[in-house]
């Protein structure tokens, strides 16, 4: 084998035959004009075939010059117009085209006469070898092809999907189509860009039989998020998807599209037992709510005020505090509601105790009143049925400040906390009336085993009685403060 054969062996190519590379080193030699023999121009014209040429889709960076790589088209945009700053220009005209490989997928754009040309030719599942140039996209990195060819041989192992579910999302994926239950919606917030101009964003929590993901909308997008209610089914056009803090959200701009949908979709909640969890994790929480402090407002150090509101939920393992930070304390809970708590941080609390944290990045869903068969991580399905024969895990604590809310914050919730700790023991007399006094309490039943305990909000009592109640049920008792208890003449 001469040393022709040998470098062109040594080539990582398809795309060129021997014949051909032995053509490019002919003219390499010409070129040259007698300053290159044949193995140097060999290697010269080597070089050059091999320079830009990457392993795959997730090689390829911003500050790469130029790339070459083959791909399958997973998706074909619309043909654009758009209007130039040079007026003597004419038209301009664009199409985006999603592609990928066994490694990742990414978006190519053709410009002007060749992008018209694209529209009208490619289709889904071509293979194309693709030169061009990486950039810094709207979606992440994207290609401004130079030249395209496609390449019916080549085989490229990437299933085309028409629409994801929440489990399928991975980094950099785009023209996203998902069909998922509205879990949670947030108002719109407005920002100022770098340039001076004033953005918008909402956000929406939607899950799947596979999952959740938190989805982004964008300026006109924005308010569209107010339109929808929880359990709405919702169907997410055109998405892609960014990490933020370490997780996938779905983001949507101007050419995506969030609309209702008659379509079957719902979410299995998968939450962790409250007995399992453990200081620094951030965990989803199922429960009943046991009992909810009134909201507090405070003062942070730049000057600005802060609210914080405090609510006890259990669950048949154990109970927990949940400190609801800044529009989060407005949601309407109360006694005997069954709410799902998203990604809510464990922190240390009040006496030791640990509490949760819902803050910015938290979401609060309620949960249909009867549901039964939560899906809890551990051994088994430990559903909320069983909340009835659960027992207090711990005592009370206040919200540890977090997310910009000062440890002045906390000091106040302590002392509010330990003043009036919604969860005291079952024996301890409530403040409804001394020892002896005949009276009448109205609550919400949250434990329904014997000694049977109400609690309406701000008091909690403990119950003697033989009657049959049930969890989240409203009962007015009368009867008489004996022993730590009320000892029930009624129950009604």
Not at 58 to 76: L, N
Not at 208 to 225: H, K, N
Not at 308 to 327: K, P, S, Y
């Amino acid at each position: 084998m001469g040393d022709i054969e040998e470098i062109y062996e040594d080539l990582d190519t398809e795309d060129v035959s021997l014949e051909e590379f032995r053509e490019a080193v002919t003219a390499k030699v010409e070129q040259m004009a007698g300053l290159a023999d044949e193995e140097t121009a060999a290697m010269l014209v080597a070089h050059e075939l091999d320079d830009g040429q990457v392993n795959g889709v997730a090689d390829i960076e911003p500050g790469m010059e130029e790339v070459r790589f083959t791909a399958k088209v997973t998706g074909v945009g619309e043909l654009r117009t758009f209007e130039r700053d040079d007026e003597d220009r004419p038209e301009g005209q664009v199409i985006n085209v999603e592609v990928a490989d066994e490694t990742g997928q990414i978006r190519i754009s053709f410009w002007d006469e060749v992008a018209s040309g694209a529209s009208e030719n490619l289709e889904v599942g071509d293979v194309l070898d693709i030169k061009g140039r990486p950039k810094d996209g709207y979606n992440g990195v994207e290609v401004n092809v130079d030249a395209v060819e496609e390449n019916p041989e080549a085989e490229i192992e990437v299933a085309v999907q028409d629409e994801y579910r929440v489990s399928d999302l991975t980094l950099g994926v785009s023209d996203v189509t998902l069909v998922g239950e509205v879990l949670a919606t947030e108002p719109v917030r407005t920002f100022d860009r770098d340039d001076g101009s004033e953005g918008q964003v909402s956000n929406l929590v939607v899950g799947d039989e596979t999952g959740r993901v938190r989805v982004t909308l964008w300026d006109e997008m924005a308010s569209q998020a107010e339109g929808f209610a929880v359990h709405d089914v919702v169907e997410v056009v055109d998405g892609y998807v960014r990490e933020r803090d370490g997780s996938l959200e779905l983001h949507v701009g101007d050419r995506g599209a969030v609309s209702t949908t008659d379509a079957a979709v719902s979410y299995v909640p998968d939450a962790t037992p409250i007995e399992d969890v453990e200081i620094d994790q951030t965990v989803d929480l199922a429960g009943v709510v046991r009992s909810a402090d009134p909201k507090r407002t405070f003062d942070r150090d730049d000057g600005t005020e802060g609210q914080v509101r405090n609510v006890r939920i259990q669950d048949d393992t154990g109970d927990i505090r949940v400190a609801l930070w800044g529009e989060k304390a407005d949601v309407d809970l109360g006694p005997g509601d069954e709410v799902l708590f998203v990604d809510v941080q464990i922190q240390d609390g009040w006496q030791d105790d640990l509490e949760a944290s819902a803050n910015w990045r938290s979401s609060i869903i309620p949960l249909e009143d009867g549901l039964t068969d939560v899906e809890m991580e551990g051994d088994g399905d430990t559903g909320l049925g069983a909340f009835s024969g659960g027992t207090s895990g711990g005592g009370g604590g206040s919200a540890t400040a977090t997310d910009g809310d000062t440890a002045q914050a906390q000091t106040a919730a302590d002392a509010d906390t330990a003043a009036d700790d919604p969860s005291p023991p079952a024996e301890a007399v409530p403040s409804v009336g001394e020892e002896g006094d005949h009276v009448e309490f109205t609550g919400v039943v949250v434990q329904a085993r014997d000694p049977v305990i109400l609690d309406d909000g701000e008091k909690t009592v403990s119950v003697e009685t033989g009657a049959a109640v049930e969890l989240g049920q409203e009962v007015t008792v009368t009867g008489t403060l004996r022993d730590g208890r009320l000892h029930a003449d009624e129950v009604r």
